[in-house]
């Protein structure tokens, strides 16, 4: 089984910064990448910033030059600068992860964290 774990939401005032969290255990091979994605109310879940390893970080649009992903081993940070009252939501990790030598990938999420941002 793999758990991913997020911490690191709260609410902060509009240009404020936090860092979000992912941390990934269990058993399994190799995570083969770790995402950050955000539901807002009324809203479907969107991308917000991927890393494939060894690739380049990709983001959406809105949030180009004010959020940054980064991984170390088997934790994914989000570090999320000049927020806006639109980055209010629910932020998820999601995780590709290849649980044995050989094995198909499987995709996993963590439990998600709250990020609310005060105009």
């Known amino acids: 089984q793999v758990q991913l774990v997020e911490s690191g939401g709260g609410l902060v005032q509009a240009g404020g910064s936090l860092r979000l969290s992912c941390a990934a255990s269990?058993?399994?091979?190799?995570?083969?990448?770790m995402d950050w994605y955000r539901q807002a109310p009324g809203k479907q879940r969107e991308l917000v910033a991927v890393r494939t390893s060894p690739g380049s970080p990709n983001y959406a649009d809105s949030v180009k030059g004010r959020f940054t992903i980064s991984r170390d081993k088997n934790t994914v940070y989000l570090q999320m600068n000049s927020l806006k009252s639109e980055d209010t939501a629910v932020y998820y990790c999601?995780?590709?992860?290849?649980?044995?030598?050989?094995?198909?990938?499987?995709?996993?999420w963590g439990q998600g964290t709250q990020v609310t941002v005060s105009s």
């Open positions: 999601n995780a590709d992860v290849t649980r044995w030598r050989g094995g198909s990938s499987y995709s996993y």
């Open positions: 269990g058993s399994f091979f190799s995570i083969n990448r």
